[in-house]
C-alpha cells in the first residue's frame, strides 16, 4: 500500500474545464512533489512545496496550478489543457528538500484531454 | 541531456536466479542514488538507495553497488522472484531535491 495517495486515479477532460488533482501523505514529510509522465519516459519534475511554500516551478505553463492548502495535503489546479497534457501525473512527497532523502510516490492520476 | 542511463530497456531471467540491472550517469556532481520499481498503473516505489560515500548497501534481496570512477552502479536482485517482474528506475541527485531518472528496465521473471 502506497503512502502517498492521489485522487482521482482517472480523470478525463475537455480543453474547458477545472478540475483539481489531489494528494495526500501522512508521513509527516514536509517536501511535497508534482512529477509528469508520459508513456515509457521517465517522470519529469514540475513543483516542489518545501514547508508549504512553492520552493520550485520548473517552467511549467500556467494552466498547472498547484496549492498547498497544509503539511499533508497537495493540489495541482488544472485549466484549459491541452491534449499534449494527457499523462500521467505523480505526487511524492520526502522528510525534507535535501539530497539523501527518498522521494515516496503515490499511484498517479492518469489524465486524458479530449 | 540524459545524464542517467540504463542502456538495457528489458531484462529476462529465470525465477530464483540474479537478476542484474546496470545504470550509468555522467554527472560527477552526484551523490545520492536511487532504484525505483514500478507496476503498471502505480507509481513508482523506493526500493534501495547509496551515498557516494559507500560502494555496496544491501537490504534483503536488494544489492546496490556503486563505482564513482566508472560513473556506474548497479542493482542486483537474489533471488528472482516473479513478483519482481516490474520496470526499474535509477535515479541520481547532487545534494539537492532533483532526481535524474533512467529511461527504465522492464523486468520479466519467468517461472
Known amino acids: 500500500d502506497t503512502e502517498v495517495t492521489q485522487t482521482p486515479k482517472h480523470l478525463v477532460m475537455g480543453m474547458t474545464n477545472k478540475k483539481s488533482l489531489k494528494c495526500e501523505q501522512h508521513?509527516?514529510?514536509?517536501?511535497m512533489y508534482w512529477y509528469k509522465q508520459k508513456a515509457k519516459k521517465p517522470p519529469e519534475l514540475m513543483f516542489v512545496y518545501s514547508y508549504e511554500k512553492l520552493s520550485i516551478n520548473e517552467s511549467v505553463p500556467s494552466r498547472f496550478s498547484p496549492e498547498c492548502p497544509n503539511s499533508s495535503l497537495l493540489n495541482l489546479h488544472l485549466h484549459a489543457l491541452q491534449p499534449e497534457d494527457s499523462a500521467l501525473y505523480l505526487c511524492?512527497?520526502?522528510?525534507?528538500?535535501?539530497?539523501?532523502?527518498?522521494?515516496?510516490f503515490g499511484d498517479g492520476t492518469r489524465l486524458s484531454i479530449l | 541531456d540524459q545524464q542517467v542511463k540504463q542502456n538495457s530497456p528489458s531484462l529476462s531471467v529465470q525465477e530464483g536466479r540474479i537478476s542484474i540491472l546496470n545504470c550509468d550517469y555522467t554527472n560527477s556532481m552526484f551523490d545520492y542514488f536511487l532504484w525505483y520499481k514500478k507496476y503498471p498503473a502505480e507509481g513508482p516505489t523506493f526500493l534501495i538507495s547509496i551515498s557516494s560515500i559507500k560502494d555496496k548497501n544491501e537490504d534483503g534481496r536488494f544489492t546496490v553497488f556503486l563505482n564513482k570512477s566508472a560513473k556506474h552502479l548497479s542493482l542486483h536482485i537474489v533471488p528472482s522472484q516473479p513478483g519482481d517482474s516490474a520496470v526499474y528506475f535509477c535515479?541520481?541527485?547532487?545534494?539537492?531535491?532533483?532526481?535524474?531518472f533512467g529511461a527504465g528496465t522492464t523486468v520479466t521473471v519467468r517461472a
Open positions: 508521513m509527516g514529510h514536509r517536501a
Open positions: 535515479a541520481a541527485s547532487k545534494d539537492d531535491y532533483k532526481l535524474s
Open positions: 511524492a512527497s520526502s522528510q525534507a528538500l535535501t539530497g539523501g532523502q527518498p522521494q515516496h
